[in-house]
């Protein structure tokens, strides 16, 4: 891939800087944001968008994050607007087919399952619907907010859903319990104004790519992690700016570990098992070859699900 070309279109995303990248402003992102966590030491603004491809590959580290440092943490979701409309033709980059081969080298690179063909049979106009979704998602439930973007990920990343459609954001709201009348309300109405807030506090942030995560401490103290990296950088954010922060341990054998989170892929379940990638898929495909898992394969990889029991 061009490097350069990546940089460009806010669709390619750098797989050597895991940024997928928005053009024009490449201002630095030193400013202090306003946004200070009263509940847990530390606050990471999350800027991502339902489309991010590389947001889809920072998955396997914020899970385990969650489980490991979820006492000392809080993560708030800004929506980016990776994807405003096809009105530009940057990088090389003019039509949604331009992107489906992107896809499938993305998805090779983070080693979780993208369909790319998504773009040749469905493709979006825009990824403002489900981000102004979301916003209202987050408007009647942020836990539940947070399953509806896990869902709309999934549809789009692996079952080739044009996510920018009702229907589609309707079913995954259903499905995570959402009230959907009040989210198709909302979505019309108070959402669009939270989505431009989340695009302007971006702008002033600095923002140019997502994945970027502040993280920010009572004092306005801020670390950023930028672009898809291993573990090791967000612990290592969160430790700078609250050295007491303790890793919490947690069982890792697959029936907690599918009761926290109802789907994962392989490298999901590595990244939390600590068991080895190889092995961890043989595993997986044991337990759904026994009935205890559904297993849905894509053309780029395969994700496993169980009936959550819990958020």
């Not at 033709?89 to 992107?102: F, L, M, Q, R, T």
């Amino acid at each position: 891939m061009n490097k350069e070309t990546s940089k460009s279109n806010p669709l390619l995303c750098d797989i050597e800087t895991g940024m997928c990248e928005t053009p024009g402003d490449t201002s630095n992102t030193t400013n202090k944001t306003k946004e200070q966590s009263t509940k847990k030491s530390v606050k990471l603004l999350y800027y991502t968008d339902p489309i991010c491809s590389s947001c889809w590959g920072i998955e396997p580290q914020l899970r385990k994050l969650k489980l490991e440092y979820g006492d000392a943490i809080e993560i708030e979701y800004r929506m980016g607007g990776i994807l405003p409309d096809w009105s530009y033709n940057s990088g090389g980059i003019g039509k949604p087919s331009d992107v489906a081969s992107h896809w499938d080298e993305v998805s090779e690179h983070y080693d979780m399952p993208i369909d790319g063909d998504l773009w040749l049979e469905d493709p979006l106009d825009s990824s403002y619907p489900p981000s102004i979704a979301f916003k209202a998602a987050q408007m009647q439930d942020e836990e539940k907010a947070n399953l509806f973007m896990r869902e709309i990920r999934e549809m789009v990343f692996l079952k080739k859903k044009n996510i920018a459609k009702w229907d589609h954001l309707a079913s995954a709201a259903k499905k995570v319990q959402l009230d959907v009348e009040q989210l198709k309300s909302d979505f019309e109405g108070k959402a669009k104004e939270l989505f431009e807030e989340d695009l302007k506090l971006g702008r002033e942030l600095g923002v140019r790519g997502f994945p970027t995560i502040f993280f920010i401490d009572d004092a306005g103290n801020q670390e950023t992690v930028y672009g898809t990296r291993p573990y090791a950088f967000y612990e290592m954010a969160i430790l700078k700016l609250n050295p007491n922060a303790s890793k919490k341990e947690y069982s890792k054998n697959w029936q907690t570990l599918f009761s926290k989170y109802s789907t994962l892929t392989a490298k999901e379940f590595s990244e939390l098992s600590g068991t080895p990638r190889a092995e961890s898929e043989k595993q997986l495909n044991e337990l759904s070859e026994n009935g205890e898992l559904d297993k849905l394969t894509t053309k780029n990889g395969s994700i496993w699900k169980r009936e959550a029991t819990s958020a």
